[in-house]
Each structure stands twice: as structure tokens, then as C-alpha cells.
């Protein structure tokens, strides 16, 4: 089953993607979120148009936000970094999250965005001190993202808060529910491309800590809740290890695309062109990686 969440009078809700071009309503973000074993199951309405609807983030607005970085071991060796022992955790807020086809600025000082394709995972009920193998159980449904960096902002101190909280940098899918994505550690492939050129080419199978052990250990620090997203983590490839660094200007446009999840697209213009526009993507299912 495959998720989105678009934009109504009363605020944000989620509906069910239905063949090409039909959304299923399923209630209001915060009704669905409250239960969304059992929201799935309660259609609230008759099919809508998708094409004439505004797409928003499938979160809810009291969603954390929880990103690990430096969970690829490729990835760790192309920076300067020793391979971590826990979860590397940093924050994000859901006002940085948009969906596909919203343009990225590039903030002011910044020499560009860095590119950083990710498996997202959503979980789906009240979860608490849960164990590494039962921790699959609390996921409700998976997403692509894409964790846009202002490498200048992040690297000059050493926590990574700004660098990873610019203006619409945190673009995701909608949600495929855990049913159709089985086990996020078998090896889904992410491929990203700037410009239709591949900059990473990695597999799930290379995380160090995975999504169960995310989960559990994220878990025994504080409750997680229907809707929290977790991000996690990014395979080698990323714009500031190379030589010389690449980086995303105004009109270059980034894909990520992860299989049996989704692909997103996103375009990339400078500060001043920036402007609050969300163009609905057509409701077809995802190409393969």
C-alpha cells in the first residue's frame, strides 16, 4: 500500500494512492496517525483526483525528525571519520521536510547542497525498550529521502543541527506500508543521480546498524510514536569527499531512487529564486533501480 499526504482546508491528511491518478482518503493527519494499523483499513471518503491536489510530507506536524549519519562503512571511509561503536543521531525538524518536484535553495554563504540518498523508516505504534529482532514489528512503512547538507553550516562546529535544517532540504516520498518492502536489510538497492549522471550506487545490506538496531536503540533513550521518521543513513558518493568537491547549484536537479520504495526528484535554485511551490507528482509506481 502506498501513502501520501496532501494539503485540505482543515490542515494536512493522508490518502491511498488508487491506480494512476485516484487518492483514497483515510482521514486527517492526526486521526490517521493515531492509529494507522487501523486508518488504513477506514477509507473516509471517494477517490480524489491527485492530479488536482497539493502533496505535503505523509508525517504528521508533531513527527520527530531522528537522521543517523555515518552508517555506511563506505561512506565513513571516504571522509575523515572512525567507524562508530552507537548510532551517530542528529535531528531534524518536519518544517525542513517536503516532497518530490519542491525546489531546494541553496542557503545564502553556502558553496552549494550536498546530495545524500537515504532509506527513511516510519513507525506505526507507541514504541518503547523494544529488542533488535522484534523492532521490524513497530515499522509501519518505509520512504525515500534525500538529506540536502550545507556542508559549510555543518562542518563548523561539531554538532550538525544547521547544516542539516536548511529551507525545504529535506525532501521524502510518500510511504510504501512494511508488507511490500519485506526486510530493509536484504539489500534495497539507492541509486541518486544529478543530472541523470549516477553519484551513489549503494545497498541496505551495507548498513552498519540496522534498521531494527536504529530502532532499538533509539527506543530505549525515549518512546517513540506513530509518525516519528528515521532516517538512516547514506552510502558513499556524497558531493564533499570528492575531488574536487561537486556540489548542487541552481538548475541541477537530484534524484534518489530506492527499489520496491519510490523515487523523488528534486530541482535545485538559488535563494532569491526560491518560492513555496509544490507541483503533485503523477501517481505511478516507482521505476526500478
Not at 1 to 6: A, C, E, Q, T
Not at 90 to 109: D, I, K, N, Y
Not at 219 to 237: E, N
Amino acid at each position: 500500500m502506498r501513502l501520501v499526504g496532501y494539503r485540505t482546508a482543515a490542515g494536512s491528511a493522508i490518502g491511498r494512492l488508487d491506480g494512476e491518478s485516484g487518492l483514497v482518503p483515510l482521514g486527517g493527519a492526526e486521526q490517521f496517525w493515531a492509529d494507522p494499523a487501523q486508518a488504513v483499513l477506514r477509507p473516509t471518503g471517494t477517490a480524489l483526483d491527485i492530479t488536482r491536489l497539493t502533496l505535503v510530507p505523509s508525517v504528521p506536524p508533531t513527527a520527530r525528525v531522528l537522521c543517523v549519519g555515518l552508517n555506511y562503512a563506505d561512506h565513513v571511509a571516504e571522509g575523515t571519520f572512525q567507524r562508530p561503536t552507537h548510532p551517530a543521531v542528529f535531528g531534524r525538524w518536519t518544517r525542513s521536510l517536503t516532497v518530490s518536484e519542491t525546489p531546494a535553495p541553496v542557503p545564502a554563504g553556502e558553496q552549494g547542497l550536498d546530495w545524500e540518498g537515504e532509506l527513511a523508516a516510519v513507525i506505526g505504534r507507541e514504541t518503547k525498550d523494544v529488542s533488535a529482532d522484534d523492532a521490524l514489528d513497530a515499522v509501519f512503512g518505509y520512504a525515500v529521502f534525500n538529506d540536502l547538507t550545507a556542508r559549510n553550516a555543518q562542518h563548523r562546529t561539531t554538532q550538525w543541527t544547521v547544516g542539516k535544517n536548511a529551507d525545504r532540504s529535506g525532501p521524502m516520498s510518500g510511504i510504501v506500508t512494511a508488507d511490500e518492502v519485506g526486510d530493509p536489510g536484504a539489500g534495497l538497492r539507492i541509486v541518486t543521480r544529478v543530472n541523470g549522471a549516477v553519484v551513489q550506487d549503494g545497498s541496505t545490506a551495507d548498513m552498519i546498524f540496522s534498521v531494527g538496531e536504529i530502532v532499538s536503540y533509539l527506543s530505549r533513550a525515549m518512546t517513540l510514536y506513530p509518525g516519528d521518521l528515521i532516517v538512516t543513513g547514506t552510502p558513499q558518493g556524497v558531493g564533499y569527499a570528492r575531488r574536487p568537491p561537486r556540489f548542487l547549484h541552481a538548475g541541477d536537479e537530484v534524484t534518489v531512487e530506492i527499489e520496491r520504495v519510490g523515487c523523488i526528484r528534486t530541482p535545485v535554485v538559488a535563494a532569491a529564486e526560491a518560492v513555496m511551490t509544490t507541483r503533485p507528482p503523477r501517481a505511478t509506481a516507482p521505476r526500478a533501480a
